[in-house]
Nanobody
Framework: QVQLVESGGGLVQAGGSLRLSCGAS????????MGWYRQAPGKQRELVAT???????NYADSVKGRFTISRDNVKKTVYLQMNSLKPEDTAVYYC????????????WGQGTQVTVSS
């Protein structure tokens, strides 16, 4: 009942910037947490950043100070501004939505590839 569509991935040089976006459709339950996760080959999927519908943000230590998550509740879209990119940021980035007060529910996008070259 929720679909997430990501865009903005691509190839960028180290030190460059990229902006990811993820639009949600369907029943997003109003009060929710949206975020970005990433997974590199052979690695576990890890949290990058989350933002609540009220605007509270949380970041992984590895991206703190470089990435900024934001959202537009009217457009039902979450963004991830990535600056000072490093090769270790290379991964598939997944958009996530978790409705609050609905236990055990999680929605994921298809993922978008981000590749950072040296």
């Amino acid at each position: 009942q929720v679909q997430l569509v990501e865009s903005g991935g691509g190839l960028v040089q180290a030190g460059g910037s990229l902006r990811l976006s993820c639009g949600a459709s369907g029943n997003t339950f109003g009060v929710n947490v949206m975020g970005w996760y990433r997974q590199a080959p052979g690695k576990q999927r890890e949290l990058v950043a989350t933002i609540t519908s009220g605007g509270y943000t949380n970041y992984a230590d590895s991206v703190k100070g470089r990435f900024t998550i934001s959202r537009d509740n009217v457009k039902k879209t979450v963004y991830l501004q990535m600056n000072s990119l490093k090769p270790e940021d290379t991964a598939v980035y997944y958009c996530n939505l978790r409705p609050m007060f609905v236990q055990g529910t999680n929605y994921w996008g298809q993922g978008t590839q981000v590749t950072v070259s040296s």
